[in-house]
């Protein structure tokens, strides 16, 4: 027998000889008597008997053995039905919703079609934005899928998993459209919207809190609380600069800060003054607080932080507007503004709809604005030369009627 050293200074068989050299090792891949390299994995590696009895050590060699080797792996038990268990780290039988799609399903569309939609389903998961839209159309392929199923194997659970899968088609598409503001089946191009139906409703709740709560009828403080308001709603406090101020009450924002927090609705922190709040930039803002909004108190509302950051957002959109800022209009028309985009219907119409509820009741709509009701019809003209609205209000009745423009749709509050 011929012998090397290796890498590590072992000795190391060429298997040209018949002995057995000091420091071979021993094990998975170690050499036989004839001189052939036996993986457990191989044929003749496992568990038949070798072809020829190992040599006995030398007279160098350790009495260690080589490593046993193990046994072969036994097939899969087989499955009541007559599927075979699944081996998850495998992955080889498909799956949706927790159900394995058996390999013999008849008839063969139906068994691809189950494939494909665990796969879209699993799909889906990982994607980085949610689309209602194709969500529902999962459903619905899972609800016929589910449905033929049921039908070839006669289980009732199948049927049963289908039926909620129509049902969660129908909730996400319900879902997609008060997230667009477009009813359900109708045609055309949907308007995406900034807010959603339910945050709509929050908003409207906020405008009544400002109408009947606000400390001051006349339309700048009215301004000034519902900024201020939509900031503090969720803790009580919210954070504010002076461009935010000075942008929303203009000339007027001393005078409007100063009487608020002499009247306690507004509390700024201690040791700064309103010149302070007014002066304050967006790296240091003025941390303000409305005690009627603390979570300690009754609160007249209630939403995340997520809704309260939209609202606060979509009002903001709404008073800083091109059109409105262009014409220089005042706080009364731009609470005008707020008031019909959030009261509109996903059309545009004013109001909710039909008969008796057929555009805004004047009064209401005086009231929130700081206005006088004769008043409304001369603010909302502004509206219609700015853009907001598409034709002349209607005021008769004691109700405002009118259409907000089609590119003030987007932030329509979905009536």
Known sequence: MNAGTGEGGDLFVDGTGRGRTDGVRTGRGAVTGNGAVLFSDAPGGGGGAPSAAPAPPGPGVSGRRAASVPPARTAPRPRPGGVPARSRRAGRWA??????????????????????????????????????????????????????????????????????????????????????????????????RLLTRGQGVHLRNVLEHVRVDSPFPEAESRFAVLMLTLRAARAGTGNVTGQDLSGWLQGDAERVLQALADAGWL??????????????????????????????????????????????????????????????????????????????????????????????????????????????????????????????????????????AERVLPLSGLL
């Open 267 to 404: 509390v700024l922190p201690e040791g700064v003054t309103v010149d302070d709040a007014l002066m304050s930039r967006p790296e240091e803002p003025t941390r303000i607080t409305v005690p009627t909004l603390i979570p300690t108190q009754p609160r007249p509302f209630f939403f995340g932080k997520v809704t309260r950051a939209r609202l606060s957002g979509w009002a903001q959109k709404v008073v800083g507007d091109r059109k409105l800022r262009k014409r220089k209009t005042g706080a009364a028309t731009r609470l005008l503004a707020v008031y019909t985009a959030a009261h509109s219907r996903p059309d545009g119409c004013l109001g909710e709809a039909g008969e008796d509820g057929d555009g805004l009741a004047l009064e209401t709509v005086a009231s929130f604005c700081g206005l006088r009701p004769e008043d409304v019809a001369e603010h909302a003209e502004l509206l219609v030369a700015a853009g907001w609205l598409v034709e002349e209000a209607d005021t008769a009745d004691g109700r405002l009627r009118g259409r907000i």
């Open 95 to 192: 799956k949706v919703a927790q159900r394995i799609v058996p390999d013999d399903l008849q008839p063969e569309v139906l068994r691809v079609e189950l494939t494909e939609l665990g796969d879209a389903f699993r799909a889906y998961q990982r994607r980085p934005e949610p689309d209602l839209a194709v969500l529902a159309e999962l459903h619905d392929r899972k609800a016929r899928a589910f449905a033929l199923w049921a039908d070839v194997t006669g289980d009732a659970s199948l049927r049963e998993e289908a039926d909620r899968a129509a049902a969660a088609a129908r909730t996400t598409r319900e879902m997609d459209a008060n997230r667009h503001g477009v009813p359900v089946g109708v045609d055309g191009p949907a308007v995406e």
